[in-house]
């Protein structure tokens, strides 16, 4: 994947060295993840990690797409799984290039459906932020195993 530029932040595809910036983003948004976890994902073949870096190249910001076939739509779909902006970054326009970037690569992989993983439902105060990047809501209720 090729970098896109502003003059404060990059998007580029993660590598192995994220590790521990990823893990720390995910860290702030409450999520505890092992940093090892970040490597396996970019190597994952149906996994994407989009990061958006500052000048230092740290990471700022994160994506997670994953994507595979689905036989209802008898194509690929795509997900966002997780996009985490450090709380000092937020209204700089790394989270909307972060996934102006997952919609490009979703139509490169031909996905005709790209959703978004909302774990905190109605209650989400990124619910405004996505309607505004051209997102709506879905008519699907996920349920999960209980543990």
């Known amino acids: 994947m090729t970098e896109n530029r502003s003059p404060l932040f990059k998007i580029r595809s993660a590598r192995r060295g994220d590790g521990e910036t990823v893990r720390a983003l995910l860290g702030e948004a409450g999520f505890q993840i092992d940093s090892q ?8 073949p149906e996994m994407e990690l989009l990061v958006a870096a500052d000048s ?15 036989l209802r739509f008898s194509a690929r779909i795509a997900t966002i799984d997780e ?4 709380s000092n ?5 790394v ?8 919609v490009d690569r979703a139509k490169v992989l031909g996905a005709k459906r790209l959703e978004i993983q909302n774990l905190l439902g109605a209650k989400d105060p990124a619910l ?3 309607s505004s990047c051209g997102f709506e809501q879905a008519d699907v209720l996920v349920f999960k195993l209980k543990a």
Not at 56 to 70: E, F, M, N, T, Y
Not at 95 to 102: D, F
């Open 128 to 130: 405004a932020f996505f």
């Open 56 to 70: 230092l190249d740290k990471a700022i910001g994160v994506l997670a797409l994953s994507h595979r076939p689905q």
């Open 95 to 102: 989270g909307r290039e972060l996934l102006k970037r997952a």
């Open 83 to 86: 996009l985490v902006v450090a």
């Open 37 to 44: 976890i970040v490597t396996w994902l970019i190597s994952h």
């Open 89 to 93: 970054w937020r209204r700089k326009g």
